[in-house]
């Protein structure tokens, strides 16, 4: 809580700025060079693909998967204006997925017996993303825009034996992308948004911008 009312305050000390900044310039040709912005969405592709994806489970325990955790994906960015409608950023993300390892004794009649619960496996992602976006339609408080990102993900995959209580690691680094189809803002300098797209940032996500 502490946290979120630190970055409450931030971003408004940061809004009345840009105000005071944005009353100052009597420029015609002006428009916000900056757009600072938080987000929270559901989990990535990557990430749900990952937890349920049968071949994750047959390396780890050949059997199935129960009580599926999932995070979301935070995120935070900054956007720098390089015309109107175009603009480059770079932004980092966070999310955390995790799973409880079943595996059933079988005979040639089947599974017998009821299911063991055998480890846990916990996936934790740490992106960062260089971005490119084009605003295709504007009108007012309101604009529609689409992006590129790419990078690179830090997976931090760990799985905890369930019997000798011993974590054996996998962490990787991979090339990381995201496509954002559709982007929709609302407001001047700051704005809510909502996103849809697929990659290594959420699915779908919401949050909130401000434009110096």
Sequence with gaps: MKHILTAAAALLLISSAAFAQKNMVRDVDYF???EIY????????????????????DEVTNGETRNHKFSGIAAIGY????????????DFGYGY???DMYISDVDEFGPA?????????VVMNYSCHL??????WQQGPMECSGALYLGVNYMDESVRDAVSDELEP?????FSFHITAVKFRYGDMVGGF??????YRGLLNVGLSIKI
């Design 32 to 34: 916000p060079r900056s």
């Design 38 to 57: 938080l987000q929270y969405g559901t989990p990535s592709l990557m990430e749900l693909t990952t937890i349920l994806s049968p071949n994750f489970h």
């Design 79 to 90: 956007n720098f204006f390089v015309h109107p409608r175009v603009s480059i950023g770079l």
């Design 97 to 99: 997925g995790s799973s």
């Design 113 to 121: 017996g009821e299911p063991e619960f055998m480890c846990r496996a």
């Design 131 to 136: 971005s490119g976006a084009f605003t295709y």
């Design 170 to 174: 996998n962490d990787h680094l991979n």
């Design 194 to 199: 909502a996103e849809l797209g697929f990659g």
